[in-house]
């Protein structure tokens, strides 16, 4: 049917029941559960699907037996590829969202309009910068590759630093359990109960920190080296460290496009605050619940709400 844009009057197309945005494991569920009920829907991903499992080594939280990220992102991606109902817009990216009162506005980054009567965000989120933390210094510009870019021949008998004590490092040392790779991590004391368990792995040295200062080996804005750090103690002493090579342990911030969302001081998007026309599935919704399965489980009910709201059996919320 013809249809034009909720805010701007212009041309758009309108050939779905539901517009995804993002291709992770939350806007896959939604995708495939959408089709099972019969509902078209476009998903619109800027890289691979699933692009993030892809660099995690080692799972031990998932069902169906899969012990890899990238076993268990080529068994998803496999079925959403044969999903006849589901349209794939791969490497485009949605950047912008508005919403009237019965439908929804995406706009690509090619200039076209998609319309539906529901949406579901579920872009996820990327790794913190160590611009993006207070407790580190380092040159504007630089930009360092989370922990589980770390290539596990490379890193082999290497030391790295590690920034942050986020949950990729125990991934890490579980995917490479004889590696000799040394870990030297430093971690605010907001980090504190996250390292439980790396606490007394061998190969692992807790730095705490108030504050650490960064002096990369090359002055590139990618590089990933910084052979020697300079840490300030949560005790005031000061002590130098360097390594071979520095990575991100830091967490992430919130990816969403620009628009009609309500987002949090963290830059979330709670679920419950949105425009009924807009669903919130993954690790978008909040810091608390990111984990595979959830993304997964958030991202299928997400798709289902549609359904019956479609259908008047249940209030949109």
Not at 263 to 282: S, T
Request: net charge negative; glycine share 8%.
């Amino acid at each position: 049917m013809a249809a034009t844009s909720p805010r701007t009057g212009a041309p758009a197309t309108s050939d779905a029941d539901l517009i995804i945005i993002g291709g992770g494991p939350a806007g896959c569920a939604a995708a495939r559960m959408a089709a099972s009920v019969g509902m078209r829907s476009v998903l619109i991903e800027p890289d691979a699907l699933c692009r993030n499992l892809y660099r995690i080594p080692a799972l031990n939280n998932v069902l169906g037996g899969y012990t890899s990220g990238p076993e268990l992102a080529d068994s998803i991606t496999e079925e959403i590829k044969k999903t006849e109902l589901c349209r794939i817009e791969l490497g485009r990216r949605a950047t912008s969202l508005r919403t009237a009162d019965d439908l929804v506005a995406v706009t690509l980054d090619t200039g076209i309009q998609l319309i539906a009567p529901y949406v579901i965000v579920a872009t996820g989120v990327g790794p913190l910068q160590p611009s993006d933390a207070s407790w580190i210094t380092a040159p504007p510009d630089l930009a360092l590759a989370p922990l589980w870019q770390a290539d596990g021949e490379t890193a082999e008998g290497r030391t790295l630093l590690i920034l942050g004590g986020d949950r990729p490092i125990g991934t890490f040392l579980r995917a490479h359990p004889t590696s000799g790779t040394r870990l030297l991590v430093t971690y605010p004391h907001t980090d504190d109960y996250k390292i439980d368990e790396i606490r007394e792995e061998p190969r692992v040295t807790l730095l705490p920190a108030d504050h650490v200062t960064l002096h990369p080996t090359r002055e590139a804005s990618t590089a990933r080296e910084a052979s020697t750090a300079e840490i300030v103690g949560r005790d005031g002493e000061r002590q130098t460290v360097k390594a071979d090579f520095t990575y991100l342990s830091l967490g992430t911030s919130p990816t969403a496009p620009s628009g009609d969302l309500v987002r949090d001081a963290e830059g979330y998007c709670p679920a419950a605050d949105q425009h009924p026309r807009i669903i919130i599935a993954g690790d978008l919704r909040s810091a608390r619940f990111q984990r595979i399965m959830s993304a997964i489980g958030s991202g299928s009910e997400a798709a289902l709400h549609t359904y019956y709201a479609t259908r008047d059996l249940i209030p949109a919320r």
